[in-house]
């Protein structure tokens, strides 16, 4: 997915440990460990906003647009 999430980046730079941003967020471990690694399709916004005003940081110091390498295109037959 082009949809880069940076969110462990943050919590370096904020020295706050994932258990205590999925406590004070409210949402699981496990679940802040799925958006951690980019394994989800999609974020609530509430969320997104709870998560930034607890680091103190925007949206985008979170997320990041990595298009990748292009697909290659398939070759004509002859």
Do not use: H, W
């Not at 994932?18 to 509430?46: H, P, Q, Y």
């Not at 998560?51 to 697909?71: H, N, S, T």
């Amino acid at each position: 997915m082009p949809i880069v999430l940076t969110l462990d980046v943050m919590l370096a730079r904020r020295k706050m440990r994932s258990r205590e941003l999925a406590e004070r967020v409210g949402i699981t471990e496990a679940n802040l460990s799925l958006l951690k690694s980019g394994k989800v399709r999609g974020v609530r916004f509430d969320t997104l906003s709870r998560i930034c005003a607890i680091l103190e940081c925007q949206p985008g110091d979170l997320l990041r647009y990595d298009p990748g390498p292009e697909p290659a295109e398939p070759e004509a037959s002859p």
